[in-house]
């Protein structure tokens, strides 16, 4: 166990549509990470947040937008959702030092219909 | 930019067979460099980590050395089990304006059967 919880496990809606998905980091991480995994991007890095404020932005649909609250917790907001969207969605957490390793969650699997 | 490139899979091997996936890197800087491994239906695991040039990484039989002459991360085992099965990530990590973010391979696609 990772000690990151995602919440939901698994998500269906329809094109067009707003989902949220949720993190909650390891107990005293202060960094959060959001990633793609699909099966012909691999693992893309979305962005990341520190204590609250966006640190680093990667490859982000303008579509989509995140966010880190005073408990630290995370939430990824998808919306006018393609079926390109249709992936796993990790969230991952660190202390934010260097060479600390990234902590996975089990991740959020999206299907758009 | 930062770029990882590892061996495409499948890869499918014996029980007790010895293992290698192939993982080079190009980065600016000295980054650090990780094995990340997803089991079915799990998030990634940490197996193994370098920080600087020479450094060997290990854990449960699995080694890895940081080699910055050929720039490169290859991870290897010496018999590898069934439970081994699962897909292998080799990733970056480069501290640029106080971000960790790893950037990653494609990942290898691990089968071990009896």
């Known amino acids: 166990d990772s000690g990151v919880t995602q919440t939901p496990k698994h998500l269906i809606t329809a094109t067009g549509q707003r989902v949220t998905l949720r993190c909650s980091p390891r107990s005293g991480d202060l960094s959060v990470y959001w990633y793609q995994q699909s099966l012909d991007q691999g693992l893309q890095f979305l962005i990341q947040?520190?204590?609250?404020?966006?640190?680093a932005k990667g490859n982000i649909l303008e579509r989509f937008s995140a966010q880190q609250f005073p408990d630290l917790h995370s939430e990824l907001n998808l919306s006018s959702l393609e079926l390109g969207d249709s992936a796993l969605y990790f969230c991952?957490?660190?202390?934010?030092?260097?060479?600390?390793?990234?902590?996975f969650g089990n991740g959020t699997r999206l299907t758009v219909t | 930019g930062n770029s990882v490139t590892q061996m495409e899979g499948p890869v499918t091997l014996s029980e007790e067979a010895f293992l290698t996936i192939n993982c080079t890197y190009t980065a600016t800087g000295y980054p650090s460099l990780f094995w990340y491994v997803q089991y079915p239906g799990e998030g990634l695991q940490l197996l193994l980590k370098?920080?600087?040039?020479?450094d060997k990484g290990s854990n449960k039989g699995f080694e890895a050395t940081y080699r910055k002459e050929t720039t490169s991360f290859h991870l290897e085992k010496g018999s590898v089990q069934v439970s081994d099965s699962a897909v292998y990530f080799c990733?970056?990590?480069?501290?640029?304006?106080?971000?960790?973010?790893?950037?990653f391979g494609k990942g290898t696609k691990l089968s071990v059967i009896p």
């Open positions: 991952a957490s660190s202390g934010g030092q260097t060479n600390s390793p990234l902590h």
């Open positions: 370098a920080t600087k040039a020479d």
């Open positions: 947040y520190y204590n609250g404020e966006e640190r």
């Open positions: 990733a970056l990590q480069y501290s640029g304006a106080g971000s960790y973010q790893l950037t």
